[in-house]
C-alpha cells in the first residue's frame, strides 16, 4: 500500500511580482507549475496556501537593523542592487509568505513524511543582508523552526547550482545543522563560504558524474550525521539548457536525483522537505518540465504515480532500480 501523496505548498503571490521587463528571474515559473500540477490531475484542494512567517522566527536568523530597513524599504540603493529586485510592499509580503512556506512544508513533512515547496531556496541571503535574488533565508528559517521543535540534527542538501552561501555562513558555528551544496565551481557566488561538505562541480559536468557526486554526498552524509530532517533544495539550474547554469545535466538526470535523494530518505526513515530552488531557462514550458520532475518523483515514491508523460516513461520502468 502507498504512503499519503506529499503535502505540497503554494500561493499565488509568488508569481505576483512586477519585474521591470527582461528581467532575468522568471517570476511565472511558480503559477505554470502549480497550473502544470493541477493538469496531471492534483487537484487544488491538495495545495495548502502558504502563510507568512512569524517575525519572531525570523529574527532568529537575521539581524534586527537588516529586517527592519528591508522591511520599511529602507535598504540603500547597493543593498537592493546586490539583491537584484527593486524594492515594493508586494516583494516584501511575497518573501515572507515563501518564508513561511518552506516553515510549514517542514512542520508537515516532520508530521508525515515529504512535503513539497512550489518556492523556496533563497539560500544566498546572509543574516545580515540579501544577495542574487535572495532577501531571506527561507531554508536556515525552517532548519531553526525544526531546531525549535526538537529536531536534533537537521541536513540541508542544497543541489542547486550556485552555492549556498548565506546558509553555511548563517550556520557555521550551529553543529545541529548540516549545511551541504553541490554547486558549479566556476559560477556565482565568487567567493564562496565554507558548508559542512562543499562539491564543486566542473562546468559542463553530465549526468554520470552529477549523479555519483549526489548519491556518495547524499549517502555519506546521512551515514556520518543519521539526521532527523532533510530539507532539499532541489535547484533544477544545473539542467544542459539553463541560462545561467554552466553545467550540462539532462531532463532525465534531474528526476533520476530527485528519486534518489526522496528514495533514500525514504528508505532511511528520514523526512524531507524541499524546495524547488533555482531555474533561469526563459522557455518557461521547459523550465516548468524541468520542476516537475521533483513532484513525478514524489507521487511515485507515495505509490500515486501521476500521469505519465512520454518523456517519463524510462522513469516508471526504471525508477525502482534506482533506490
Same mark, same amino acid.
Given at each position: ?9 503554494? &500561493? ?10 527582461? &528581467? ?99 539560500? @544566498? ?26 529536531? @536534533? ?71 556520518? @550525521? ?64 524541468? &520542476? ?32
Amino acid at each position: 500500500m502507498g504512503r499519503a501523496a506529499p503535502g505540497l505548498i503554494y &500561493h499565488p503571490i509568488y508569481s505576483e511580482l512586477e519585474l521591470p521587463y527582461r &528581467h532575468r528571474y522568471p517570476i511565472g515559473k511558480y503559477r505554470a507549475l502549480y497550473q502544470a500540477l493541477q493538469q496531471l490531475g492534483v487537484p487544488a484542494h491538495a495545495f495548502q496556501l502558504s502563510e507568512s512567517a512569524d517575525l519572531a522566527l525570523v529574527r532568529q536568523i537575521h539581524q534586527p537593523d537588516y529586517l527592519q530597513a528591508l522591511c520599511t524599504g529602507k535598504l540603500d540603493a547597493k543593498a537592493m542592487r546586490r539583491i537584484g529586485f527593486p524594492w515594493s510592499e508586494q516583494l516584501i509580503r511575497r518573501s515572507l509568505l515563501s518564508v513561511g512556506g518552506t516553515v510549514q512544508s517542514t512542520a508537515l513533512a516532520l508530521q508525515h513524511g515529504l512535503a513539497l515547496h512550489l518556492s523556496g531556496g533563497y539560500h @544566498h541571503a546572509f543574516a545580515g543582508y540579501g544577495s542574487g535574488f535572495c532577501l531571506l533565508n527561507d531554508l536556515a528559517v525552517a532548519a531553526r523552526y525544526a531546531l525549535n521543535q526538537g529536531v @536534533h540534527k537537521v541536513l540541508i542538501f542544497d543541489c542547486d547550482v550556485h552555492q549556498g552561501d548565506g546558509t553555511a555562513a548563517i550556520f557555521a558555528n550551529e553543529p545541529a545543522v548540516i549545511t551541504c551544496s553541490l554547486h558549479g565551481e566556476k559560477n556565482f557566488p565568487y567567493h564562496k563560504q565554507q558548508s559542512d561538505w562543499d562539491l564543486a562541480l566542473d562546468s559542463n559536468s553530465a549526468d554520470p558524474d552529477y549523479l555519483a557526486a549526489v548519491e556518495q554526498s547524499l549517502d555519506y552524509l546521512l551515514r556520518l @550525521h543519521q539526521p532527523e530532517l532533510v530539507i532539499y533544495d532541489a535547484g533544477i539550474d544545473v539542467h544542459q539548457q539553463d541560462d545561467l547554469g554552466l553545467l550540462a545535466v539532462s531532463t532525465r538526470g534531474i528526476a533520476q536525483r530527485d528519486w534518489l535523494v526522496l528514495s533514500r530518505c525514504q528508505q532511511a526513515g528520514i523526512p524531507v522537505a524541499a524546495v524547488i530552488g533555482g531555474g533561469y531557462q526563459r522557455d518557461l514550458a521547459q523550465l516548468t518540465h524541468s &520542476h516537475l520532475q521533483l513532484f513525478f518523483a514524489a507521487f511515485a515514491l507515495a505509490g500515486q504515480p501521476l500521469p505519465s508523460h512520454p518523456d517519463w516513461q524510462w522513469a516508471l520502468a526504471e525508477a525502482p532500480l534506482l533506490a
